[in-house]
């Protein structure tokens, strides 16, 4: 069979960069002492003594956020890391484990765009493996594209832009035969039926899942991303990690926002009802040609003319993004899902365009 197992068994020591593994993490005021909340006099990081609230610096391990994180999630914090966005988590990963000028990642367009950008800064290699027409992945293509250098495959589920999941066991195959890191892109899980593959993360040291505040908890403002894997790998990021990554405001909003944990659900709920409306309402359009499934809060949309209809929209003060340059994507629109009256009146923009 084209996609079997490769014959070495996987070996996260042989995944890390030579530098990373040799160098001296840098050890700040906070990780030398550690607060335990009694009274102290702290002199150790140049800090300004005057309270203001800010004048500490914050965390470098977001403990509190990351104990609350890990209830929610039900999983161990030491298998957490938290960036500044979901962006600097996955810079981690490539500056971690790909060699400038030597490794190589596979990426499967259409998707996030963010993957191919930091392949390029890294000087990593990026190899495109076009999805199959359906939005699931060309397994037989993806494991013939691999080589001993190809160390990260990027798999983004729910897909941006086409908002579909990728199948449950094309992942546990893509996990059973490659021996880099799979990393799946869950920015979009809490909008989908799909369980998170955080829960499978015991059988799959390969596995590293990543996900964002800025969606579905709706706090895009703060730039706070996360990453769930081994103990093994987590250590390897959290030695090459800014020691204060993540801000003290950014930590205490996403503690108060997790507290609102029934108002985070409820949005969901009101913004995949909106999602199906919209669906239904685009669905009856003569200019549109195919609305595709969408377990995300977008949804994709192909068109007669998309330069044209995006033109149209904008004019009418929408703006979408326009997606038709993206492979598979011809002519597609990808609306992102608004409030219920922001919808209702796309809607009646929409239903004037002839
Ligand atoms: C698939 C995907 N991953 C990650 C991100 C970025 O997340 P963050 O805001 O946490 O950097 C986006 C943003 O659009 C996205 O679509």
Known sequence: MSTEKKSSPFNLQRLIRENVRKMTPYSSARDEYVSDGSEKIFLDANENPFENGLNRYPDPRQRNLKSEIASRKGINENKILLGNGSDEVLDLLFRAFCEPAKDKVITVPPTYGMYGVLASLNDVENTK??????????????????????????????????????????????????????????????????????????????????????????????????????????????????????????????????????LIQEEIDILRSEREKLKKAMASLPFVKQVYHSDANFILVKVDNADKRYEELLNQGFIVRNRTNQALCSNGLRFTIGTPSENDRLITALNKMK
Do not use: H
């Open 129 to 262: 493996v076009e999805m199959n027409p359906d939005f699931t992945l060309n397994l037989r293509k993806i494991n013939e594209a691999v080589d001993v250098n190809t160390k990260l495959i990027f798999v983004c589920s729910p897909n941006n832009p086409s908002g579909n999941s990728i199948p449950v066991e094309q992942i546990e195959a893509l996990l059973g035969f490659f021996n880099g890191l799979v990393v799946i892109d869950e920015a979009y899980i809490d909008f989908s039926e799909q369980r998170s593959w955080i829960e499978s993360l015991k059988e799959y040291p390969n596995l590293v899942v990543t996900q964002t505040f800025s969606k579905a908890y709706g706090m895009a403002g703060i730039r706070l991303g996360l990453c769930f894997a081994s103990e093994e790998v987590i250590t390897i990021l959290n030695r090459i990690k800014p020691p204060y990554n993540v801000n003290e405001l950014t930590q205490r909003k996403a503690m108060d926002r997790l507290q609102n944990w029934d």
